[in-house]
């Protein structure tokens, strides 16, 4: 049989405490800058020697986007669903694929791969 809803209303109400919750974000919010921070350098740099690769091979810039698409696409699977080794060099593979499909050039895609993420060929 449910709980009367007056009740549950009533814990809801003294579990949800605004206050509360606001001081452990404060409490919180100095580390999360940090990692924040961190996280935006180094997605930074990784734009930057994608940029870097793509200058070198004469992309037209209006292209960028989707090989800058592909290397945030590494670089998340590196960073937030901890891939490596194999499985990592797979996944890799996988996006190479995707993105060739999409018009970019194989050969642009692996060098960012390699040299910007540090991913071998399966």
């Not at 996006?95 to 071998?120: F, M, N």
């Amino acid at each position: 049989m449910p709980s009367d809803p007056v009740k549950r209303v009533a814990s809801w109400m003294a579990k949800y405490n605004v206050e509360r919750v606001k001081a452990t974000l404060d409490d919180l919010k100095p580390q999360m800058a940090e990692r924040y921070q961190a996280a935006v350098a180094d997605l930074y740099a990784m734009e930057m020697k994608t940029k870097e690769i793509l200058n070198a091979h004469g992309v037209q810039t209006i292209l960028y986007i989707p090989y800058l698409n592909y290397s945030r696409q590494l670089f998340k699977l590196s960073r937030q669903q901890k891939i490596s080794g194999e499985s990592m060099q797979l996944a890799a593979q996988v996006l190479l694929d995707k993105w060739k499909a999409r018009g970019c050039d194989p050969a642009v895609l692996a060098e960012i791969r390699t040299q910007v993420h540090s991913i071998e060929a399966p």
